[in-house]
């Protein structure tokens, strides 16, 4: 058995950061900017009002000063003319300031009277006049690698770029294995369980920017699970769910090395997740995850994520722990590092009293996965742990 950081090391080293391609920026929200992108027009494009009022020159903006109100600026349509001392411009939010303007006093402050604008109230020291580039200027940068979130999408969209480069989807094949299984929805047999991490594999997957294809589920037969691994072929990440450990019926190693799985390792010390496996497969990275529904969904968050992170272009680093106090004692660990699931609550964390990786009621009710190190001693409340938010 080789550690958690070995296995995460073997794994990594078998993928990299894909290719880019361009999509329409209203596809581009929770995709990986390949490329920096820079902005193709000022913003604003032209001195702005911040405030509907009156634009004047600002060496005359003083408390009872008359103007005489000469136009109007509204967004969209600028006021062409010029202002000459005693003039002012009626300007609105968004409008472009005109040529002669420095300065807006908001229509609170003003009274008025046909043409003639009183400054009523003494008015405030902020001029109310977005410069031109004051949010960005042409040439200015969006820089790669970044995950896009709807602010960037607003800024893109604002810098008038209206197709982004962004990294592939890594495109995953999920094979789940087991002549006990059937589909969500389907009509189980009295001795079948329904596919399920086949499913949390997908969502924590695809959350992550990958595509992932849930293909036919594999029966517990050789020819079965080779034309499993067939239908897999393109993509880019192969993750069998199960027939992973040492029994009878547990096909995945043998028949994808049959296959040609160039195997990296197998068996890691963890728990949940002991019998891992990876390796190259046809072009493609291929990991063999336990079929214990949390054993698999905890190596999702550990490995899968960060490999996935990597083919996006994010970096080949690790989920990084965060630490906590204990609420609740812990006995001893045992030689496998130990992924708990775990409750934080108010910065103190405590692992749930049922840790068999059966339980996907204990997994959805934990916020987070409390780590043990191989043989880590009895804790007591107060402790600082290591833990990953889940
Ligand atoms: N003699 C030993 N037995 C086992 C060992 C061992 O070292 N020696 N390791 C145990 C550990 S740890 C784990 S984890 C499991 C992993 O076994 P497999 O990867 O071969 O998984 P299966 O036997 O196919 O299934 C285990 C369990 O999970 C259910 N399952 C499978 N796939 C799914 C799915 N997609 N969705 C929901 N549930 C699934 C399956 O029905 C079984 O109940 O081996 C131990 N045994
Ligand atoms: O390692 Mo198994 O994944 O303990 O249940």
Redesign the pocket.
């Given at each position: 058995m080789i550690t958690v950081d070995d296995a995460l090391g073997h794994l990594m080293a078998l993928v990299s950061p894909l290719d880019s391609e361009q999509v329409p920026l209203i596809e581009a929200a929770g995709r990986v900017l390949a490329t920096d992108v820079t902005a193709r027009r000022d913003q604003p494009p032209f001195a702005a009002s911040a405030m509907d009022g009156y634009a004047m020159r600002a060496d005359e903006v003083e408390q009872h000063s008359i103007f005489k109100v000469i136009g109007e600026s509204a967004a969209g349509h600028r006021f062409e003319g010029q202002v000459k001392p005693g003039q002012a411009v009626r300007i609105f939010t968004g409008a472009p300031v005109p040529a002669g303007a420095d300065f807006v006093v908001i229509q609170e402050d003003i009274s008025r009277s046909g043409d003639l604008i009183t400054i009523a109230s003494a008015p405030s020291s902020n001029a109310n006049i977005r410069a031109l580039g004051g949010d960005f200027k042409i040439g200015d940068r969006v820089t790669a690698p970044r995950l896009l979130n709807p602010s960037d999408i607003a800024l893109l969209a604002s810098m008038n770029i209206a197709n982004v480069p962004v990294t592939r989807r890594p495109q995953v094949a999920l094979i789940?294995?087991?002549d006990?299984?059937v589909m969500p929805g389907e009509n189980p047999g009295p001795d079948q369980?329904?596919?399920?991490?086949?499913f949390g594999l997908k969502a924590m997957l695809d959350q992550l920017g990958a595509h992932c294809r849930i293909l036919p589920i594999a029966r517990d037969t050789e020819a079965s699970l080779t034309m499993g691994f067939d239908l897999a072929a393109g993509a880019d990440l192969i993750i069998t769910?199960?027939?992973?450990?040492?029994?009878d019926?547990?096909l995945v190693g043998k028949v994808a090395g049959d296959l040609g799985l160039e195997r990296s390792f197998y068996k890691v010390a963890m728990?949940?997740?002991?019998?891992l496996m990876g390796g190259r497969m046809t072009g493609a990275a291929m990991v063999g995850?336990?079929?214990?529904?949390v054993?698999?969904m905890v190596c999702g968050h550990i490995f899968i994520a960060p490999m996935i992170r990597c083919m996006l272009g994010l970096g080949a680093v690790p989920c990084s722990p965060r630490t906590a106090s204990l609420s609740a004692p812990l006995p001893a660990n045992g030689p496998r590092q130990h992924y708990m699931r775990a409750k934080l609550d108010q910065g103190k964390i405590r692992a749930f009293d049922r840790q068999d990786?059966?339980l996907l009621t204990v997994l959805a009710e934990a916020n987070a996965l409390l780590i043990r190190p191989p043989n880590d001693p009895a804790r007591t409340i107060g402790e600082q742990v290591a833990y990953l938010p889940l």
């Open positions: 789940s294995t087991g006990e299984l369980i329904i596919a399920s991490n086949t769910i199960g027939g992973a450990s040492v029994g019926h547990d728990r949940p997740g002991k019998p995850l336990p079929g214990n529904p054993s698999a990786s059966a």
